[in-house]
């Protein structure tokens, strides 16, 4: 197996932390971007004690803390007045899982995977590729791209996210639709926050039918926010759609003063908005020589604050399961068979939690108290 060439469709953290695993087991590997720059948005996000320990082992995850912050409490408030709810202490997180939890710029986990892909194949990054079709057969997989260029490897793997062109081959017809929810993010600098925010620091409030999170992110200098409404319809297709502060106050103008505040405060031309979407969950995740992860595998809703880092789990246990085998349909049978139910409950339970999540009537149960963090990618069976 370890002149097994293995082709990546998608350079997210998804793909490049499945690349990075890879080939710290020996594989070779080429990884296909359709972007023309291969980066990251400007957004935050969550990276909890199970990912981190995969982080670990990818020999990243020091890096990534330093540059990271790390709040001792993280705050559940009312969403009327601000007031605290419930709090959960960081070191609580860490006694009880190993490590704690971490609020990272999107930008600084995808630069450090690519830096390290990089490091161990300098040619293994490829971009504006878009990728348009598959054939396989007994012996490997060929590919084509929209520039007319093609490829073949051994094996073929889709990380390319809830829009998954690869998914959508293997499973026709099969197409993600819109979850009724619009969600604005915006990243503000530090010394334009309202002052009663920046005593929260991170503070998740839900609201009726919406809810808005905030939390910093480099050590202090940012605050990334996100807030997410339930609406009948959407039209526009995109990741980065500009909106206005306008709109986005508009739909939270019940919300404490502090935070419609905070929505205006946002930098003009800083304020993006994306419709969520979502698919079923699948009865497999491999067909032959292909295989697939993360959001192409099981789409995530945002609800649990574990799409990433479920990536990253997919990603290290792909590499443990080509290590452990002896044949490429051993190493796609032994990581779905330790991946799917998980990543497929868990898309599921992201969905429970945002119907709770957008009631207050409703009791929500984080990531944390469903037992989620309490998994170990590093030394779980595959």
């Given at each position: 197996?370890?002149?097994t060439?293995i082709?990546v469709?998608?350079?997210?953290?998804?793909?490049?932390?499945a690349?990075?695993?890879?080939?710290?087991?020996g594989?070779k590997?080429a990884?296909y971007?359709?972007?023309?720059?291969?980066r990251?948005i400007?957004?935050?996000?969550?990276?909890?004690?199970?990912?981190?320990?995969?982080?670990?082992?990818?020999?990243?995850?020091?890096?990534?803390?330093?540059?990271s912050?790390?709040?001792?409490v993280?705050?559940?408030?009312?969403?009327?007045?601000?007031?605290?709810?419930?709090?959960?202490?960081n070191?609580?997180?860490?006694e009880?899982?190993?490590?704690?939890?971490?609020q990272?710029?999107?930008?600084?986990?995808?630069?450090?995977?690519?830096?390290?892909v990089?490091?161990?194949?300098?040619?293994?990054?490829?971009?504006?590729?878009?990728?348009?079709?598959?054939?396989?057969?007994?012996?490997?997989?060929?590919?084509?791209?929209?520039?007319?260029?093609?490829d073949r490897?051994?094996v073929?793997?889709?990380?390319?996210?809830?829009?998954?062109?690869?998914?959508?081959?293997l499973f026709?017809?099969?197409?993600?639709?819109?979850?009724g929810?619009?969600a604005?993010?915006?990243l503000?600098?530090?010394?334009?926050?309202?002052?009663?925010?920046?005593d929260i620091?991170?503070?998740?409030?839900?609201g009726?039918?919406?809810?808005l999170?905030?939390?910093p992110?480099?050590?202090?200098?940012?605050m990334?926010?996100?807030?997410?409404a339930?609406?009948?319809?959407?039209q526009?297709?995109?990741?980065?759609?500009?909106?206005?502060?306008?709109?986005?106050a508009?739909?939270?103008?019940?919300?404490?003063?502090?935070?419609?505040d905070?929505?205006?405060?946002?930098?003009?031309?800083?304020?993006?908005k994306?419709?969520?979407?979502?698919?079923?969950?699948?009865?497999?995740?491999?067909?032959?020589?292909?295989?697939?992860?993360?959001d192409?595998?099981?789409?995530?809703t945002?609800?649990?604050?574990?799409?990433?880092?479920?990536?990253?789990?997919?990603?290290?246990?792909?590499g443990?399961?080509?290590?452990?085998s002896s044949?490429?349909?051993?190493?796609?049978?032994?990581?779905?068979g330790?991946?799917?139910?998980?990543?497929?409950?868990?898309?599921?339970?992201?969905?429970?939690?945002g119907?709770?999540?957008?009631?207050?009537e409703?009791?929500?149960?984080?990531?944390?108290?469903?037992?989620?963090?309490?998994?170990?990618?590093?030394?779980?069976?595959?």
């Amino acid at each position: 197996m370890n002149k097994t060439r293995i082709i990546v469709i998608g350079a997210g953290i998804g793909g490049l932390a499945a690349s990075l695993a890879l080939q710290r087991r020996g594989f070779k590997v080429a990884i296909y971007e359709r972007a023309a720059e291969i980066r990251e948005i400007g957004a935050g996000v969550v990276i909890t004690a199970n990912a981190r320990k995969a982080l670990r082992d990818l020999g990243v995850d020091e890096d990534l803390q330093a540059r990271s912050s790390c709040v001792p409490v993280m705050r559940w408030g009312n969403y009327a007045t601000g007031e605290t709810l419930r709090e959960i202490l960081n070191a609580t997180i860490a006694e009880r899982y190993g490590l704690p939890t971490l609020q990272v710029h999107r930008a600084d986990l995808h630069g450090l995977l690519m830096q390290a892909v990089q490091a161990n194949d300098g040619d293994a990054l490829h971009a504006a590729h878009e990728f348009v079709g598959l054939e396989q057969d007994d012996d490997g997989v060929s590919v084509r791209f929209a520039n007319g260029f093609a490829d073949r490897g051994d094996v073929l793997i889709g990380a390319d996210g809830n829009a998954s062109t690869i998914r959508s081959q293997l499973f026709p017809g099969e197409a993600p639709s819109f979850a009724g929810q619009v969600a604005f993010r915006s990243l503000i600098p530090i010394e334009r926050v309202p002052e009663q925010v920046l005593d929260i620091g991170y503070g998740l409030h839900a609201g009726p039918k919406r809810y808005l999170m905030h939390y910093p992110l480099r050590g202090g200098s940012i605050m990334n926010l996100i807030g997410v409404a339930q609406s009948e319809t959407w039209q526009e297709e995109g990741w980065a759609i500009p909106a206005t502060n306008q709109e986005f106050a508009e739909s939270f103008a019940q919300y404490a003063p502090c935070f419609v505040d905070l929505i205006h405060k946002i930098p003009q031309g800083q304020l993006f908005k994306w419709g969520l979407r979502d698919r079923e969950p699948l009865a497999n995740w491999t067909i032959g020589r292909v295989g697939m992860l993360g959001d192409a595998a099981h789409p995530m809703t945002p609800f649990l604050g574990q799409g990433a880092c479920l990536a990253i789990e997919d990603a290290l246990l792909l590499g443990r399961a080509f290590a452990a085998s002896s044949e490429v349909s051993e190493a796609l049978r032994r990581y779905e068979g330790a991946r799917k139910e998980r990543g497929n409950r868990v898309q599921l339970l992201s969905r429970e939690e945002g119907r709770a999540l957008q009631n207050p009537e409703k009791t929500r149960k984080p990531a944390m108290d469903r037992g989620l963090l309490a998994y170990d990618p590093v030394t779980a069976e595959v």
